[in-house]
């Protein structure tokens, strides 16, 4: 199997620094983008990756203020990256790509394709954020998030008691610790946590907080998705604990030519859970969607 993350390469995209990871000679280009908090490319998309790259060429980074990609200064809110992706296709010379998102990644990519529909071959998004009007404790979760200092005391508790992320996967993955590579999946969102404190960062992602309202969210992509471009394939997780069954079907119906599939045995990081599964509905899903004789998707 290809090894996606044996060479990264460092690039400079809208200013700041980017980790990128490349693998696959053949196929039409693929775009991976991992979720918020202490998610990496390497480590979420660490079995998806290098085996779609046996068929696409696949790219997966690590969005900024995440793994190899810092320091950024200023707000990396929706807007921001919704140019980032626009500059960063730009830098890989790729003018369509299909894009595979995770969480937050895929709501960036969502909205992504909603404004560049012609450099949007495809859509996979996986338990994304931005769909819906309302989160559970919406007001106590907005506060939080309006608190002076308590991002960073969290980022700062998170990387100083490695024992406190290991309790929270062993708890949020559905096989817990028996998750096939456990200890390395920890390692790297320890590693993660780290990083965030030796830079100075808070423990959510800038595209997260702004997208808070104190009594509704403030980026819902729901009302949007009926102009959708981009065939698209939304999953979840059956036991995704943040983003909600009803939220995704509303989606699926909203956007045209959509289809949702949930997962078995999956909380929301479906790609750790069953990695095995979701190549293997994304890999259905892009060959029915995507010309393999075409370079750019």
């Known amino acids: 199997m290809t090894d996606l993350f044996d060479s990264p390469t460092d690039l400079t995209v809208s200013g700041g620094p980017v980790r990128l990871y490349r693998a696959g000679d053949a196929g039409p280009p693929v775009l991976l983008l991992h979720g918020a908090m202490l998610d990496t490319a390497q480590g979420v998309w660490r079995h998806v990756g290098p085996a779609l790259a046996?068929?696409?060429?696949?790219?997966?980074?690590?969005?900024?203020?995440?793994?190899?990609?810092?320091?950024?200064?200023?707000?990396?809110?929706?807007?921001?990256?919704?140019?980032?992706?626009?500059?960063?296709?730009?830098?890989?010379?790729?003018?369509?790509?299909?894009?595979?998102?995770?969480?937050?990644?895929?709501?960036?990519?969502?909205?992504?394709?909603?404004?560049?529909?012609?450099?949007?071959?495809?859509?996979?998004?996986?338990?994304?954020?931005?769909?819906?009007?309302?989160?559970?404790?919406?007001?106590?979760?907005?506060?939080?998030?309006?608190?002076?200092?308590?991002?960073?005391?969290?980022?700062?508790?998170?990387?100083?008691?490695?024992?406190?992320v290991r309790r929270s996967l062993a708890t949020s993955l559905t096989a817990g610790a028996s998750t096939p590579g456990f200890e390395d999946i920890v390692d790297l969102a320890v590693e993660e946590a780290r990083a965030k404190e030796r830079h100075g960062e808070p423990a959510l992602d800038d595209w997260q907080v702004r997208a808070y309202g104190p009594f509704s969210m403030r980026l819902d992509l729901l009302p949007d998705l009926p102009r959708l471009a981009a065939p698209t394939l939304w999953v979840r997780g059956d036991r995704d604990?943040?983003?909600?069954?009803?939220?995704?079907?509303?989606?699926?119906?909203?956007?045209?030519?959509?289809?949702?599939?949930?997962?078995?045995?999956?909380?929301?990081?479906?790609?750790?859970?069953?990695?095995?599964?979701?190549?293997?509905?994304?890999?259905?899903?892009?060959?029915?969607?995507?010309?393999?004789?075409?370079?750019h998707g």
């Not at 909600?244 to 997962?263: C, F, N």
Request: no cysteine; net charge positive; charged share 20%.
């Open 241 to 295: 604990t943040l983003v909600g069954a009803a939220e995704l079907s509303a989606a699926a119906a909203a956007a045209p030519g959509s289809r949702l599939v949930t997962v078995p045995d999956a909380g929301h990081i479906v790609t750790y859970d069953q990695p095995a599964a979701f190549t293997r509905l994304t890999r259905d899903f892009l060959a029915t969607t995507l010309d393999p004789l075409d370079p």
């Open 54 to 164: 046996t068929s696409y060429r696949v790219h997966a980074v690590d969005l900024p203020r995440h793994g190899g990609s810092r320091p950024w200064p200023g707000v990396l809110d929706d807007a921001f990256h919704r140019r980032f992706l626009d500059d960063l296709l730009d830098a890989l010379d790729l003018p369509r790509v299909a894009i595979v998102g995770l969480s937050m990644g895929a709501g960036v990519g969502v909205g992504y394709a909603l404004d560049r529909p012609d450099r949007v071959s495809a859509l996979v998004a996986v338990g994304p954020g931005g769909i819906g009007a309302r989160r559970r404790a919406q007001l106590l979760t907005w506060l939080f998030l309006r608190t002076p200092g308590a991002l960073r005391l969290t980022t700062r508790y998170l990387a100083r008691h490695p024992e406190a």
